[in-house]
């Protein structure tokens, strides 16, 4: 069977419904979509063993009110039966109401994930068992709360694409200059934080300045000072009340 391609941010393929899985078979290299004539079919969770891709979203879609409750999850935790899906690739919780403490202790097991999406959650922290899913080429966590990064992150060396905009960071931690976020092939996106200056003046100067400045024995140092002082994090700015995940099921079509 042919690996399934990762498809790139802007083109992922959802499955409608509250909780489906995909099971896909098709062709293609790592940021194209799988083969039109690629199976698609959707089961049980806890019937997808053998699952490889796995869409549990809950965005606002275009469309009518219907339309966009029909996509809704409102997912608060997830089922400890992530870590027995061994061929899982692509997992999507996008636009949920997952934090740190939604994600069952197995959820790291998932070795053979290259795309992970959970932007539009509530995530402050990223665990640091993120560095165990080391075939990851795609991490999107756009619009979260997250005030800090794991040095974790780093170990994630076959990472293409990178998605931190929208949340309350104000630094990186260095062992992100490991990672080869800068060529034309590459995706990192990082605007909308509260960055300390010197990062900040880096950003403009583009991307591929920031990676070296915070490969520099300078950064190493005023970042280990930094994250002794123990700064209280920004506040969050974005009121996520009026998320659509967040309304009752009842008042969803209001």
């Known amino acids: 069977m042919a690996a399934v391609g990762v498809p790139p941010l802007t083109s992922l393929r959802r499955c409608p ?8 078979d098709g062709g293609g290299e790592p940021g194209e979509e799988p083969a039109r004539g690629g199976h698609v079919r959707p089961r049980r969770l ?10 549990l979203v809950s965005y606002h879609a275009a469309g009518s009110q219907s339309q966009q409750a029909y996509h809704m999850n409102r997912l608060n935790t997830l089922p400890r039966g992530f870590g027995s899906l061994p061929a899982l690739e692509v997992l999507d919780l996008t636009y949920n109401n997952l934090n740190e403490n939604s994600l069952p202790g ?3 097991y998932l070795t053979t994930l290259r795309a992970l999406y959970l932007s539009d959650n509530d995530f402050e922290i990223l665990p640091p068992d993120i560095g165990k899913l080391t075939k990851l080429q795609i991490l999107s966590l756009r619009d979260n709360d997250l005030i800090s990064l794991p040095k974790e992150i780093g170990e994630l060396t076959q990472l293409k694409e990178l998605h931190i905009q929208g949340n309350r960071l104000t630094v990186l931690p260095p062992e992100l200059g490991n990672l080869d976020l800068t060529g034309q092939k590459q995706v990192f996106k990082a605007e909308n934080n509260p960055w300390v200056t010197p990062i900040a003046d880096q950003f403009q100067l ?4 920031v990676f070296e400045y915070i490969r520099s024995e300078t950064y190493k140092y005023l970042y280990g000072r930094h994250m002794q002082a123990n700064p209280e994090p920004p506040k969050k700015n974005n009121d996520k009340s009026k998320k659509i995940s967040r309304k009752p099921l009842a008042a969803k079509n209001k």
Request: proline share 0%; aromatic share 12%; charged share 15%.
């Open 106 to 108: 197995n959820f790291f």
């Open 46 to 55: 806890q019937h997808a063993g053998r699952a490889r891709a796995l869409y």
């Open 17 to 24: 419904g509250h909780v489906q899985v995909a099971e896909e």
């Open 206 to 209: 583009g991307v591929s300045h």
